[in-house]
């Protein structure tokens, strides 16, 4: 186990790899003159304005400034409630004072939020995360004021070592502005400092379950989510590579010695992953209960996160007509995963199975091989990558391109299902593919918390789709519209209308 | 009703598929009367004899069904059904068949020897009872458009069957197809591209067109790589708003050759009853405008005391329409039938509109704005 002091070094060490650092740094220097100026108060509002007001507007525009993530910072904004923390009214006296508390709180939560990232250096072993001391890291934030206090003392000094003159380490300022009944003051601002270093993890936690913890679980599991996040880190890091070196540049596809590096590399995630309890991103719901992914799931969750390399590439590839090959070993990785993954549990070297699984995949591409697998599983395939896709797309900006990609293998995917059922269906084709489009729809909308907008779906789809066959019969494309199209012609205009709400509703989001 | 609450008379638009030459119905109607679509309740004569196949395997004891029906002077529960009649003193005069415990009962009983005479054929009895078990509707009464039948209606009337295949449930009806227009805002792009919204009037409508943008935009077939929907949905999203995409839709031009058929009826027949009214259930899987008849209405003219729909072409379905209960909440929530509710929007629609029916004052009263 390291020191503290240890600790301190190495977060300063790792300090430039951190962008939210750098606004950090910037608005330490700034006073509250110059924050004025920024945001464009006059003195003369500070009659009309609430000095809290002017605390939270500072604090939302610095916090703004370093995630430029909607949801992140709503959440920072309103965790300090959550808690129980209650706007220190008779503190703030003048508008200068809020500006400050307001900057001083920001910064002390940006403190809390890169930590995850930068206690750890990048080029650590993974199977070296859990001796870098992440366990008296999070110990002496959560712990007491002392505790605290000492590890601002520790990391200052080491700044003023480094040669930081003008930033330093502060974060006590984190309740600054807001207030607490003394009986409740410690164990909330444990709470709420641990939510923010679960938040900087960028997992998804359950509220409840970690309000609920006592002390010595909510260290480990804190210490658990930034552990996670430093060996999902080194796996994405390993499967995207950097310089000269990246073994999953198509058509590369690794290589054994790649593979067994990342076998360790998620085994070691599978520890810390399965020893989390609030957090839901590595568990399953089967019948109605939770339990932890097994290492099937997690051999599977590896298989998903190269395919998204590759289809990752693919985006970034312009020309479309090109990468047919690169297309069909996405398809073939996204359809098989389930077949892939078996083959690897099953096999006593699992990295070289994994090679070998990837090759085959590979050269099946090369001779324009489509997935073998039944529309209905390449249904429920499809929906599961959707769902898993469209959760984490609300904990990062998911590309709009990405979005509209998954939406469309929905869709092609149903359209795949009825058209090998089209015989015993009869006449029923019209309304079973309505119906499952729509049901489809609604969980994607569901997903995305657009819930709301299905009852305009029908419409919306239906305009979309009148106008594009307007647009095409204009131009001469088509001359009829033919009886036997009629199903995928459905599809297409149900995929036109969520593409569309799903769109649109991004794009408010942004602005 | 009140005349100064929100516009209560509303472009409605029933579109169940998404397909651009499948059929629409477009129509006036309030949907305050049933809070949306009306859906019907069982009605309680209904009610007991599904109780009474339901509760097969019992013996012994008095089978309440038959209580209501009994001819026996003592029974307690029969004079009950009597008093329960809601009443109305206009009505207290009327003598009414279904309330005469006498009357009531459905079998004749005779003693001895006697001639049979036929109740009611044979035929409509088994036809009756075939249809004691489907009778959920979704019910839209008001001035409809219906483009399959070209004619326009009286109410939409739509059986809700649910089937199911391969897991889904098919349904027949889904409420999120019926949707209130509002056309009091139209929107059209610029000679320069710009945006702009427009007041809906006859010379505005359909004056909104996708392609005078997406011709210049490059759009051509050889670089979409997703359906013309999805590529002209990713397109739309970057330029229109979902509230622009509302009034986008207002002065579309899908939407003005709806109108104008509409329109064009109103002009033509007024707002007097059509006697026709739109049917879809297991019979007319496809939707089948059907001639009606109001006998209470028509008997306000020969002071007749009979009511209910009748429909000369198809006695169970007259039948089954009149069996249909539905909750009206406008106003104080009462029951309602099918004849009633059609009846109360025409006058509903009547008053909104003040008798004026040319094009320019229907558009007018629909699309303003309060």
């Given at each position: 186990?390291?020191?503290?002091?240890?600790?301190?070094?190495?977060?300063?060490?790792?300090?430039?790899?951190?962008?939210?650092?750098?606004?950090?740094?910037?608005?330490?220097?700034?006073?509250?003159?110059?924050?004025?100026?920024?945001?464009?108060?006059a003195s003369y509002s500070e009659i009309s304005t609430n000095p809290f007001d002017l605390l939270e507007t500072v604090k939302r525009h610095i916090l703004t400034r370093a995630f430029q993530d909607k949801e992140k910072v709503e959440f920072l904004m309103t965790v300090q409630s959550w808690a129980g923390f209650k706007p220190n009214r008779a503190y703030?006296?003048?508008?200068?004072?809020?500006?400050?508390?307001?900057?001083?709180?920001?910064?002390?939560?940006?403190?809390?939020?890169?930590?995850?990232?930068?206690?750890?250096?990048?080029?650590?072993?993974?199977?070296?995360?859990?001796?870098?001391?992440?366990?008296?890291?999070?110990?002496?934030?959560?712990?007491?004021?002392?505790?605290?206090?000492?590890?601002?003392?520790?990391?200052?000094?080491?700044?003023?070592?480094?040669?930081?003159?003008?930033?330093?380490?502060?974060?006590?300022?984190?309740?600054?502005?807001?207030?607490?009944?003394?009986?409740?003051?410690?164990?909330?601002?444990?709470?709420?400092?641990?939510?923010?270093?679960?938040?900087?993890?960028?997992?998804?936690?359950?509220?409840?379950?970690?309000?609920?913890?006592?002390?010595?679980?909510?260290?480990?599991?804190?210490?658990?989510?930034?552990?996670?996040?430093?060996?999902?880190?080194?796996?994405?890091?390993?499967?995207?590579?950097?310089?000269?070196?990246?073994?999953?540049?198509?058509?590369?596809?690794?290589?054994?010695?790649?593979?067994?590096?990342?076998?360790?590399?998620?085994?070691?995630?599978?520890?810390?992953?399965?020893?989390?309890?609030?957090?839901?991103?590595?568990?399953?719901?089967?019948?109605?209960?939770?339990?932890?992914?097994?290492?099937?799931?997690?051999?599977?969750?590896?298989?998903?996160?190269?395919?998204?390399?590759?289809?990752?590439?693919?985006?970034?590839?312009?020309?479309?007509?090109?990468?047919?090959?690169?297309?069909?070993?996405?398809?073939?990785?996204?359809?098989?995963?389930?077949?892939?993954?078996?083959?690897?549990?099953?096999?006593?070297?699992?990295?070289?199975?994994?090679?070998?699984?990837?090759?085959?995949?590979?050269?099946?591409?090369?001779?324009?091989?489509?997935?073998?697998?039944?529309?209905?599983?390449?249904?429920?395939?499809?929906?599961?990558?959707?769902?898993?896709?469209?959760?984490?797309?609300?904990?990062?900006?998911?590309?709009?391109?990405?979005?509209?990609?998954?939406?469309?293998?929905?869709?092609?995917?149903?359209?795949?299902?009825?058209?090998?059922?089209?015989?015993?269906?009869?006449?029923?084709?019209?309304?079973?593919?309505?119906?499952?489009?729509?049901?489809?729809?609604?969980?994607?909308?569901?997903?995305?918390?657009?819930?709301?907008?299905?009852?305009?779906?029908?419409?919306?789809?239906?305009?979309?789709?009148?106008?594009?066959?307007?647009?095409?019969?204009?131009?001469?494309?088509?001359?009829?519209?033919?009886?036997?199209?009629?199903?995928?012609?459905?599809?297409?205009?149900?995929?036109?209308?969520?593409?569309?709400?799903?769109?649109?509703?991004?794009?408010?989001?942004?602005? | 009703?009140?005349?100064?609450?929100?516009?209560?008379?509303?472009?409605?638009?029933?579109?169940?598929?998404?397909?651009?030459?499948?059929?629409?119905?477009?129509?006036?109607?309030?949907?305050?009367?049933?809070?949306?679509?009306?859906?019907?309740?069982p009605s309680s004569m209904r009610l007991d004899r599904n109780l009474l196949q339901d509760t097969g395997l019992l013996t012994g004891g008095i089978l309440t069904s038959d209580l209501t029906a009994s001819s026996n002077i003592d029974d307690q529960l029969k004079t009950e059904s009597v008093e329960n009649e809601e009443e109305d003193s206009l009505l207290?005069?009327?003598?009414?068949?279904?309330?005469?415990?006498?009357?009531?009962?459905?079998?004749?009983?005779?003693?001895?020897?006697?001639?049979?005479?036929?109740?009611?054929?044979?035929?409509?009895?088994?036809?009756?009872?075939?249809?004691?078990?489907?009778?959920?509707?979704?019910?839209?009464?008001?001035?409809?458009?219906?483009?399959?039948?070209?004619?326009?209606?009286?109410?939409?009337?739509?059986?809700?069957?649910?089937?199911?295949?391969?897991?889904?449930?098919?349904?027949?009806?889904?409420?999120?197809?019926?949707?209130?227009?509002?056309?009091?805002?139209?929107?059209?792009?610029?000679?320069?591209?710009?945006?702009?919204?427009?007041?809906?009037?006859?010379?505005?409508?359909?004056?909104?067109?996708?392609?005078?943008?997406?011709?210049?935009?490059?759009?051509?077939?050889?670089?979409?790589?997703?359906?013309?929907?999805?590529?002209?949905?990713?397109?739309?999203?970057?330029?229109?708003?979902?509230?622009?995409?509302?009034?986008?839709?207002?002065?579309?031009?899908?939407?003005?050759?709806?109108?104008?058929?509409?329109?064009?009826?109103?002009?033509?027949?007024?707002?007097?009853?059509?006697?026709?009214?739109?049917?879809?259930?297991?019979?007319?899987?496809?939707?089948?405008?059907?001639?009606?008849?109001?006998?209470?209405?028509?008997?306000?003219?020969?002071?007749?005391?009979?009511?209910?729909?009748?429909?000369?072409?198809?006695?169970?379905?007259?039948?089954?329409?009149?069996?249909?209960?539905f909750t009206k909440l406008m106003g104080t929530g009462i029951e309602t039938d099918v004849e009633v509710a059609i009846m109360e929007m025409f006058q509903l629609i009547e008053a909104g509109f003040k008798g004026k029916v040319s094009h320019r004052e229907v558009l007018n009263t629909l699309s303003r704005e309060d």
């Open positions: 186990m390291k020191e503290l002091t240890e600790v301190a070094k190495m977060i300063v060490n790792n300090l430039h790899l951190s962008l939210v650092f750098k606004t950090i740094s910037e608005y330490q220097k700034k006073d509250a003159f110059e924050i004025r100026d920024e945001l464009g108060l703030l006296e003048t508008g200068d004072q809020a500006i400050l508390a307001g900057k001083r709180s920001a910064l002390a939560i940006l403190w809390v939020m890169i930590l995850p990232k930068v206690a750890v250096s990048p080029t650590i072993l993974p199977s070296d995360i859990e001796n870098q001391g992440l366990v008296t890291l999070v110990e002496s934030i959560l712990l007491s004021d002392e505790s605290r206090a000492e590890l601002n003392q520790v990391v200052s000094l080491e700044m003023i070592n480094r040669g930081f003159i003008e930033e330093y380490f502060d974060i006590n300022g984190i309740e600054s502005g807001f207030a607490i009944d003394d009986s409740m003051r410690r164990s909330r601002l444990r709470t709420m400092l641990a939510l923010m270093l679960m938040k900087g993890s960028d997992f998804p936690f359950n509220l409840d379950e970690v309000f609920n913890l006592p002390e010595h679980r909510l260290i480990e599991e804190t210490a658990l989510y930034i552990m996670t996040k430093q060996a999902m880190a080194s796996l994405s890091y390993q499967i995207s590579g950097s310089g000269s070196s990246r073994p999953f540049d198509w058509p590369l596809v690794g290589t054994a010695r790649v593979f067994s590096r990342l076998m360790l590399t998620l085994d070691v995630l599978r520890k810390f992953a399965s020893k989390m309890t609030t957090c839901s991103l590595f568990k399953s719901v089967a019948q109605g209960s939770q339990r932890v992914w097994t290492e099937w799931e997690f051999t599977s969750y590896l298989i998903k996160e190269i395919t998204d390399y590759y289809a990752s590439l693919l985006r970034e590839r312009p020309s479309k007509g090109k990468n047919e090959e690169l297309d069909a070993f996405v398809d073939i990785l996204k359809g098989e995963n389930i077949e892939i993954t078996t083959s690897i549990m099953e096999s006593d070297d699992k990295a070289l199975t994994i090679y070998e699984e990837l090759s085959d995949c590979k050269r099946r591409a090369q001779i324009g091989e489509k997935p073998q697998i039944s529309p209905e599983r390449r249904f429920r395939v499809v929906l599961s990558n959707l769902k898993q896709q469209l959760t984490e797309a609300r904990t990062y900006a998911l590309a709009a391109d990405e979005l509209v990609e998954e939406i469309v293998d929905a869709f092609d995917a149903i359209a795949e299902l009825i058209e090998k059922h089209i015989d015993s269906l009869g006449s029923e084709v019209d309304k079973f593919t309505e119906e499952i489009c729509f049901e489809t729809s609604f969980r994607i909308l569901e997903i995305l918390n657009l819930g709301a907008s299905l009852n305009n779906l029908p419409w919306v789809s239906r305009f979309i789709a009148e106008e594009a066959t307007r647009t095409s019969i204009a131009r001469g494309d088509i001359e009829s519209l033919e009886e036997q199209h009629r199903m995928k012609r459905i599809v297409s205009a149900f995929a036109g209308g969520v593409a569309y709400l799903v769109l649109q509703a991004q794009r408010k989001d942004l602005e | 009703m009140s005349e100064h609450g929100k516009k209560p008379l509303r472009l409605i638009e029933i579109q169940e598929s998404v397909l651009p030459e499948d059929e629409w119905i477009i129509g006036i109607s309030i949907l305050d009367y049933f809070n949306g679509v009306g859906y019907s309740m207290s005069g009327i003598y009414k068949h279904e309330t005469d415990p006498v009357k009531a009962s459905s079998r004749i009983e005779n003693k001895g020897l006697h001639i049979d005479f036929p109740q009611s054929s044979m035929i409509i009895e088994s036809l009756l009872n075939s249809n004691e078990t489907a009778n959920l509707y979704a019910f839209l009464p008001g001035i409809f458009y219906c483009s399959g039948q070209q004619t326009s209606v009286d109410a939409v009337l739509i059986e809700v069957t649910q089937t199911q295949r391969f897991g889904m449930t098919l349904s027949s009806f889904r409420p999120e197809d019926v949707r209130a227009l509002d056309v009091s805002e139209g929107f059209v792009f610029n000679e320069d591209g710009g945006k702009r919204s427009v007041k809906v009037t006859l010379d505005t409508l359909g004056s909104f067109h996708f392609e005078d943008f997406l011709k210049d935009s490059g759009l051509s077939t050889e670089i979409m790589s997703y359906s013309k929907e999805v590529e002209l949905a990713k397109r739309l999203a970057g330029l229109i708003s979902f509230a622009e995409l509302m009034r986008a839709y207002a002065s579309s031009s899908f939407l003005r050759s709806r109108l104008v058929k509409l329109l064009d009826d109103i002009d033509f027949f007024g707002l007097a009853p059509r006697r026709r009214i739109y049917v879809r259930n297991e019979k007319h899987p496809y939707g089948r405008v059907v001639e009606v008849n109001y006998r209470g209405f028509d008997s306000v003219l020969n002071l007749g005391v009979e009511s209910g729909i009748s429909c000369a072409d198809e006695i169970d379905l007259e039948h089954q329409l009149n069996n249909l209960v």
